[in-house]
């Protein structure tokens, strides 16, 4: 076999299963050490505020921009560890599922925030996080922590129209919604986070075992601005209590028709920071003077869903895939972390929350969920364990409920940033690409595609517009110089019922009695490769490969629900020559796998979900060392070329059809060495 590196590091070479093999031996090793050190599993406390970016904290290498006082965070990042590059999505929802699943909005079909104004009960469920999404509550719940959730939710809108925390591995749920009533506009008084505070250590004292460990998702519906229904404060942050202020900064006027948006938010701000420092007070975990109380056995991590409203900012902010938008805090303190202030420029992603708390808990494998997961824990870098694999990237994105073609996303690392298309019918024109060097352009002001681009700069533009596909399965762009397109020779389907499709090709599993199955198969022009490449070029200087085919639409079917991961295979007859029986051409595809796709759920057209997979769309299966080995036997053996098959992973636990259709067109796209 062929050993090859790439030069993006391994997440360049593996498809997101690949990525999640790799997460689940990882967390193997790290689990047996979390489990280690300590008798029994940690507390957690993991508070979530609501549009909150590095330009509204104190504390650690954050900009606080804004000057806010937030003493109790900074409290935290001086005795616990903090984070300096986080990155989440720019608006809640898709935040909060990432958050919660460990996996991307594409993957979780979470794109935009989910209202209460989306139409009839069973639409509001197809917007919802699906209850076949294995969340870190439920993870924990099912090895005996209790679990509370206080605050928001947004990924459902109530139980006859959507998904309830309940039903995603909450004990309890106590929404903060309920409690904006009591929170009068005008009167200054008994503000919404007190009561959340309240309630969040009753549910926390009360539980049923007062010796079992407690999860706390403590997510705050504030600093987020709020519409009063009486219309007598036009302002969108309210007043709060001064004693919530210990600053004593003057935040209000004299006369309120005077106080600005800015002064409000701030005021918010630091009210919200004295309610979370009472809050780890009453429930033991630091001292009044700040100092972690080791018998409390917590451990506490601390981050927002997305930026400063740009009402607040001035600039861009909440909405925005610029940094202002989806840059946060992350701040990490309690049991075993070290109490040294470290900040810590590893890059973090939503989708590792996942995983760290899953390691600090010292969850095994087989509680993490059998969906692909893009995430990574950090939990070594806290304390929990040896330190892991580092992100080589972060994705954030953008998907308004209004449009496809708006749907966009961010691929960043600690010093370059690509903003792209998410998905479009064909191939993505480079018009819709951005890209910027954050370290001479921290403000993101020049857009090097239009400006452009030294060598170094150019080399990093290439090779993140090669990787975006691996994070992202639609932003598949124009082939760039380091592409080679490779074209098919035949394509088709077949099914268990014994029929093949030329046209159409469906792919999944059927729920009826009759159980149909369906298997996409794609041959490339292999002895073309040669003729394709640049002058002076060989397939050995070929560092990866991925498999690209053509969406067609879900099913259409009336029951149609989620597909399961969908995975390439060789395949060991030459169906492209002949027509197997369905039986032995299951029995000719064999691991390994050459790529996977995980798509989003409910992705029929008369859905209204804003998915950027639609007719037309390209999808990469991700760039695959497998595929690359597969395709130096073809070339060295012409007669083994049978293709690849396309097989769906079943769902067990929907009972719906579980199908999509395919276009007949694809290419095999090919990724030289720079």
């Not at 600090?360 to 969906?371: E, K, Q, S, Y």
């Not at 060989?538 to 989620?562: C, H, K």
């Not at 369905?582 to 796709?597: E, H, N, Q, S, T």
Request: net charge negative; charged share 20%.
């Amino acid at each position: 076999m062929r050993m090859r590196v790439s030069r993006g590091g391994r997440f360049a070479t593996l498809s997101a299963r690949g990525r999640c093999v790799w997460s689940c031996i990882g967390a193997m090793m790290l689990a047996a050490t979390a489990g280690a050190l300590g008798q029994s599993p940690p507390n957690l406390i993991f508070i979530l505020t609501d549009d909150q970016g590095i330009d509204a904290v104190q504390g650690a290498d954050w900009s606080n921009g804004l000057n806010c006082h937030t003493p109790q965070l900074a409290n935290l990042a001086r005795r616990g560890r903090s984070f300096t590059t986080v990155r989440v999505n720019p608006v809640c929802s898709p935040t909060r599922a990432c958050l919660l699943t460990g996996r991307s909005a594409n993957e979780t079909g979470i794109y935009h925030i989910v209202r209460r104004d989306l139409g009839p009960p069973q639409e509001r469920i197809k917007r919802s996080l699906q209850t076949q999404e294995w969340t870190i509550a439920e993870a924990l719940r099912k090895e005996g922590y209790y679990t509370a959730l206080v605050g928001k939710w947004h990924l459902g809108v109530d139980a006859e129209g959507g998904v309830t925390p309940q039903q995603q591995g909450f004990d309890v749920f106590i929404d903060g919604s309920e409690f904006l009533p009591f929170d009068d506009p005008i009167a200054v008084g008994d503000e919404l986070i007190t009561m959340m505070v309240d309630q969040a250590v009753d549910a926390v004292r009360g539980r049923p075992d007062p010796s079992a460990p407690y999860a706390l998702f403590f997510c705050t519906n504030d600093p987020h601005d709020r519409t009063d229904p009486s219309q007598r404060e036009p302002l969108g942050w309210w007043r709060v209590d001064d004693s919530l202020l210990p600053s004593g900064e003057p935040y209000y006027k004299p006369d309120r028709q005077f106080d600005t948006e800015r002064d409000r938010y701030r005021a918010v701000v630091e009210a919200l920071d004295t309610e979370l420092g009472r809050m780890l007070v009453e429930l033991q975990v630091i001292n009044g003077d700040g100092r972690y109380r080791s018998q409390s056995r917590t451990v506490v991590l601390a981050t927002s869903d997305n930026g400063t409203p740009s009402e607040v900012t001035e600039g861009p902010g909440k909405g925005s895939l610029y940094e202002p938008g989806v840059r946060v805090p992350l701040v990490v303190f309690g049991e075993n972390v070290p109490a040294d202030g470290r900040q810590l420029d590893r890059l973090v992603s939503a989708v590792d929350v996942f995983d760290t708390l899953a390691d600090i808990a010292a969850l095994p494998v087989n509680m993490r969920g059998r969906g692909p997961r893009d995430g990574l824990s950090f939990a070594g870098e806290i304390g929990w364990g040896e330190p892991g694999a580092q992100r080589r990237y972060t994705l954030s994105s953008r998907g308004p409920a209004e449009q496809v073609e708006g749907q966009w996303v961010a691929l960043a690392d600690d010093r370059f940033k690509l903003i792209t298309r998410a998905g479009a019918v064909g191939f993505i024109p480079p018009d819709g690409h951005a890209f910027y060097d954050l370290a001479a352009d921290p403000l993101e002001e020049h857009d090097l595609v239009q400006e452009g681009m030294n060598a170094e700069q150019q080399a990093q533009y290439l090779a993140m517009r090669d990787a975006v596909v691996d994070y992202w399965c639609s932003a598949v762009g124009l082939p760039i110089s380091l592409h080679v397109d490779v074209p098919l020779t035949h394509s088709a389907a077949a099914t268990s019922l014994g029929t093949w499709h030329t046209d159409l090709l469906p792919i999944g599993f059927g729920n009826s009695s009759d159980r149909a199955e369906a298997i996409a198969l794609y041959r490339f022009d292999i002895e073309s490769i040669s003729s394709l490449l640049p002058q002076g070029k060989t397939l050995d200087d070929v560092e990866s490969a991925q498999v690209v085919v053509q969406f067609g639409s879900d099913a259409n079917s009336p029951s149609e629900t989620d597909i399961g991961p969908i995975s390439a295979y060789t395949v060991a007859l030459p169906w492209w020559r002949d027509r197997p029986g369905f039986a032995d051409l299951k029995a000719a595809i064999a691991p390994p796998g050459l790529g996977m796709v995980d798509l989003p759920p409910h992705l029929l057209p008369d859905s209204g979900q804003p998915s950027p997979i639609v007719l037309g769309s390209l999808i990469s299966l991700g760039h695959n060392v497998s595929l690359l080995d597969a395709i130096h036997l073809w070339s060295d053996n012409p007669q083994l070329n049978n293709g690849l098959a396309l097989v769906a992973e079943p769902l067990p636990e929907l009972t719906g059809d579980q199908f999509v259709l395919l276009q007949r067109t694809a290419v095999l796209r090919l990724t030289l060495r720079p």
